[in-house]
């Protein structure tokens, strides 16, 4: 409202020869307003989409391609440990692709996922 007041006095005053041509510059300025807002708007939306809309990984992972966050416990299994070093019916516990634990006598966490891995041989590699 008190912008077309204001547009309204500048324009009659402009008629009758008292604005000189400066403020009708200011003038123009005013009265773009809607246009800049609609490029603000859409310039908004276009953010908006765009932060909503995400891409595929395109390129490629160094290390763990597959990160898992469980912990992992392969029971009753031979393992080597190094040439030599072989421990039977042994346990091996694995949380976020670290080794926690390895050995006889390790305590398995009760959300981790137990694999049973009788007559089979885990190594290093």
Same mark, same amino acid.
Request: aromatic share 0%.
């Given at each position: 409202m008190a912008l077309t007041v204001k547009i309204r006095f500048i324009t009659e005053k402009m008629?009758?020869?008292f604005i000189p041509k400066s403020k009708i510059v200011a003038l123009n300025i005013l009265t773009s307003k809607p246009k800049i807002m609609r490029k603000v +708007?859409?310039? !908004?939306?276009?953010?908006i989409i765009g932060l909503l809309v995400h891409a595929q990984e395109t390129f490629p992972v160094n290390g763990v391609a597959d990160p898992r966050t469980r912990a992992y416990a392969f029971i009753n299994a031979?393992?080597?440990?190094?040439? +030599?070093?072989? !421990?039977n019916n042994a346990t091996l516990l694995i949380k976020?692709?670290?080794i926690l634990a390895v050995g006889n006598a390790v305590t398995i966490p009760d959300a981790a996922v137990v694999v049973a891995c009788k007559n089979k041989y885990l190594s290093p590699s």
């Open positions: 008629m009758s020869g +708007q859409l310039l !908004l939306l276009g953010l031979t393992i080597v440990k190094d040439a +030599q070093t072989t !421990l976020e692709g670290k």
